[in-house]
């Protein structure tokens, strides 16, 4: 059985208002990508990791001359789409003819470089049994409001049973297939892998990993993350 790795990177990153795509954009003078991929690229377990482009990437090239990772074949490239559940089904159709319906195929943002490397194993370790799969993540701490389009709350809501969700994210191929062809094929609106999956009925099952596996979605993230990083290196 053999474990992959898809690294969706086809975004434009509209929120961050930067014409360069923030997942090649610098923390501590590294695109965030290439720290994922780092990342990733460190778990012995994943024997191949799929990075997934924009079809008109004009970054990548550049940056993969520059990396400093001998990892030969395991690094492959295919194009995404407009959506990410469509980048994610071209990652799993590239390697359709080499895998197998068994086999684990995880799903890491690329904007996501604080992931720690041994979160991903327990993530590998703790669901290396289970029929479906999972995801890191971990217990909402804050306390709950609904409010409504005007900002008034409506409610406050029992928090014990509700978690932050965290990538990566990680399926039996065969299931995430199917689960992210049907998602495309409706034209459902999913956020996660998770998501698409739970539609056919499964229970992903919820691993917890570190809180500091953020999400760099605005610029401010960016500061975040830089401190992050060196923390972790600090305590490595």
Same mark, same amino acid.
């Given at each position: 059985m053999t474990i992959w790795a898809i690294l969706p990177a086809? %975004?434009?990153g509209r929120r961050m208002g930067s014409e360069t795509p923030k997942q090649y954009l610098p923390v501590n003078g590294v695109p965030i990508i290439s720290v994922a991929l780092r990342r990733l690229a460190s778990v012995a377990a994943i024997q191949k990791i799929v990075v997934v482009l924009h079809p008109a990437d004009r970054y990548w090239a550049d940056l993969e001359v520059g990396l400093d990772l001998d990892l030969g074949d395991r690094l492959v490239c295919t194009s995404g789409g407009d959506e990410r559940h469509q980048s994610v089904l071209n990652g799993l159709t590239s390697i359709q003819s080499e895998v197998s319906e068994d086999d684990w195929v995880l799903v890491h943002d690329a904007v996501r470089p604080c992931v720690r490397t041994a979160d991903i194993e327990q993530l590998i370790i703790q669901l290396? $049994?289970?029929? =479906? %799969?999972?995801?890191? %993540?971990?217990? =909402? $701490? +804050?306390?709950?409001? /609904? #409010? $409504?389009?005007? %900002?008034? #709350? /409506?409610?406050? =809501? +029992?928090?014990n049973n509700y978690w932050h969700a965290y990538t990566p994210q990680m399926f039996r191929y065969g299931v995430l297939l199917t689960a992210i062809e049907q998602t495309v094929g409706a034209h459902c609106q999913v956020t996660d892998e998770a998501a698409a999956v739970e539609l056919l009925g499964y229970q992903p099952k919820m691993i917890e990993g570190s809180k500091d596996n953020i999400k760099i979605t605005h610029e401010s993230d960016l500061i975040l993350a830089s401190k992050i990083l060196d923390m972790q290196a600090a305590i490595a």
């Amino acid at each position: 059985m053999t474990i992959w790795a898809i690294l969706p990177a086809a %975004g434009i990153g509209r929120r961050m208002g930067s014409e360069t795509p923030k997942q090649y954009l610098p923390v501590n003078g590294v695109p965030i990508i290439s720290v994922a991929l780092r990342r990733l690229a460190s778990v012995a377990a994943i024997q191949k990791i799929v990075v997934v482009l924009h079809p008109a990437d004009r970054y990548w090239a550049d940056l993969e001359v520059g990396l400093d990772l001998d990892l030969g074949d395991r690094l492959v490239c295919t194009s995404g789409g407009d959506e990410r559940h469509q980048s994610v089904l071209n990652g799993l159709t590239s390697i359709q003819s080499e895998v197998s319906e068994d086999d684990w195929v995880l799903v890491h943002d690329a904007v996501r470089p604080c992931v720690r490397t041994a979160d991903i194993e327990q993530l590998i370790i703790q669901l290396q $049994d289970h029929a =479906v %799969g999972g995801l890191l %993540g971990s217990p =909402v $701490d +804050n306390t709950l409001k /609904q #409010v $409504d389009a005007q %900002g008034l #709350v /409506q409610a406050t =809501v +029992n928090r014990n049973n509700y978690w932050h969700a965290y990538t990566p994210q990680m399926f039996r191929y065969g299931v995430l297939l199917t689960a992210i062809e049907q998602t495309v094929g409706a034209h459902c609106q999913v956020t996660d892998e998770a998501a698409a999956v739970e539609l056919l009925g499964y229970q992903p099952k919820m691993i917890e990993g570190s809180k500091d596996n953020i999400k760099i979605t605005h610029e401010s993230d960016l500061i975040l993350a830089s401190k992050i990083l060196d923390m972790q290196a600090a305590i490595a």
